[in-house]
């Protein structure tokens, strides 16, 4: 696949967002810091080689952690189930490859043409009025009755409109009420009630707002 292909691949499988390595200028190289309580990863993922019928990347991690008592053999095995994890949505080479088989041409174009995609996304911008219409739509639906509910095991949310002002009334393990005083306010905590099931499906990217917003509209409850 073409860089950023891969890079959505394992961004999607692993949860960890990768940015291009700015250092590399010959190449396409995405990198990671991911560190958690107990240790940290190094992640380096680069282009290597294009031809015409296939790309080859090195794949890289780097480990810091307190894990001492893991053995020899231990290691080898979780290092093999740590690459294979990483993978798994990527093709493995199983056989020996001819690097001198590969195209100078053909990974520029790669290149460049990764890079291209990374300044068109970065210039992209939303068109800010339909989604300004939905959140119109939301507030005056929301004023005629409509509501929106979330029910768990430790009890339920409601975001609604009294007839006087929009609250948040929580009830089960943590009941409490709490009150917007502007539209605008209560705008911001819709958007916030509904921010990890907006995006779940392709976490950790982020959808269009205007897509948040259409499914916003889709949670409504009368």
């Known amino acids: 696949m073409p860089p950023p292909a891969v890079q959505f691949a394992l961004e999607k499988l692993t949860g960890i967002l990768l940015s291009r390595d700015e250092n ?3 190449s396409i190289t995405f990198i990671a810091d991911s560190t958690l309580v107990s240790y940290r990863r190094m992640i380096r993922v680069q282009l290597e080689a294009s031809f015409p019928d296939r790309r080859l990347y090195s794949f890289h991690i780097d480990f810091e952690g307190s894990r001492n008592w893991l053995d020899e053999d231990e290691f080898l095995t979780e290092a093999k189930r740590c690459f294979d994890y990483w993978t798994g949505k ?9 690097i001198n088989e590969a195209s100078a041409e053909l990974l520029e174009q790669d290149r460049q043409s990764a ?3 990374e300044a068109k996304a970065a210039a992209e911008t939303e068109d800010q009025a339909p989604i300004l219409a939905l959140k119109d739509q939301m507030l005056n639906e929301v004023r005629s009755g409509a509501t929106f509910n979330k029910n768990h095991k430790e009890g339920s949310n409601t975001l609604m409109f009294t007839g006087s002002r929009f609250i948040r009334r929580d009830e089960g393990e943590d009941p409490g009420t709490e009150v917007y005083k502007t539209g605008e306010a ?4 819709v958007r916030n009630f509904y921010d990890w099931e907006s ?5 950790p990217h982020r959808p269009p ?3 948040v917003w259409r499914y916003i509209i889709t949670q409504l409850r009368r």
């Open 90 to 98: 990527l093709d493995v080479a199983t056989c020996k490859i001819s």
């Open 24 to 26: 590399d200028t010959a």
């Open 186 to 189: 209560f705008i911001t905590a």
């Open 209 to 211: 707002e205007l897509d």
């Open 199 to 203: 995006r779940r499906d392709i976490y």
């Open 115 to 117: 890079l291209d995609a």
